[in-house]
């Protein structure tokens, strides 16, 4: 079946700092790539995504590359700010249905 | 503008009593779905629908049921409320089957079963 796999938090960093969230997924055929960020309180919200190999996903400074070769969709941001502290879900949804898979989630804290 | 509301936003309810969480949709999306949310676990998947009168069990189905009676609501109910159904649960729509599409989801209910 379908899994996705991320990185445990919660990842805390400064200010500024570079972001890496590590994504790797299983699935048959070629799924579409997700990721939803979550800040606190609130629902799922799209944050960007990918629908083929190779496709560059971005959306405030986030990017995210579709790389079939290693089963990955790693989230990146060069400068992180405080109010990007939030949970982030990676998730793939597969051609045979329109339903998501979805990573366990990764929590993020920024500090000043 | 459209949107997905569900309701109530809080609900604290007793053991083995039966328990509706309301989604509505204003998208005029034909697939909407029901997730929860429980530390360590992300979101699974409960029942979903692809149109009205459709409905289908997803990865957590047992001990909940839906139904479609008209494209805008997609209501989950709990048939007897247990503990181990704590947690939060989300509603969300999408447009189509296509494997590209984006499901939108609403706010979230948080549930308590004392």
């Known amino acids: 079946g379908n899994s996705v796999t991320q990185m445990e938090g919660p990842v805390t960093l400064s200010e500024e700092a570079f972001l890496t969230i590590n994504c790797t997924y299983t699935?048959?055929?070629?799924?579409?790539l997700f990721w939803y960020v979550q800040y606190p309180g609130e629902g799922l919200q799209l944050l960007l995504k990918?629908?083929?190999?190779?496709d560059k996903g971005s959306n405030k400074g986030f990017e995210a590359t579709y790389r079939k070769e290693t089963t990955s969709f790693h989230l990146e941001k060069g400068s992180v700010q405080v109010s990007d502290s939030a949970v982030y879900f990676c998730?793939?949804?597969?051609?045979?249905?329109?339903?998501?898979?979805f990573g366990g989630g990764t929590r993020l804290m920024v500090k000043p | 503008d459209a949107e997905i509301t569900q309701s109530p936003r809080h609900k604290i309810t007793e053991t083995g009593r039966q328990v509706t969480l309301a989604c509505h949709q204003t998208?005029?999306?034909?697939?909407m779905f029901w997730y929860r949310q429980d530390l360590g676990h992300g979101l699974r998947l409960i029942h979903y629908?692809?149109?009205?009168?459709?409905?289908n069990k997803g990865e957590v189905s047992d001990g909940y049921s839906v139904s479609r009676s008209n494209t805008e609501d997609l209501p989950l109910t709990l048939e007897s409320a247990a503990s181990s159904q704590t947690s939060v649960y989300f509603c969300?729509?999408?447009?189509?089957?296509?494997?590209?599409?984006?499901?939108?989801f609403g706010p979230g209910t948080r549930l308590t079963v004392l």
């Open positions: 969300a729509s999408s447009e189509s089957g296509r494997s590209t599409d984006t499901q939108y």
């Open positions: 699935a048959t055929g070629y799924p579409s």
């Open positions: 990918a629908t083929k190999a190779d």
């Open positions: 998730a793939l949804q597969d051609r045979a249905g329109n339903m998501l898979t």
């Open positions: 998208w005029n999306h034909n697939n």
């Open positions: 629908s692809y149109g009205v009168q459709d409905t």
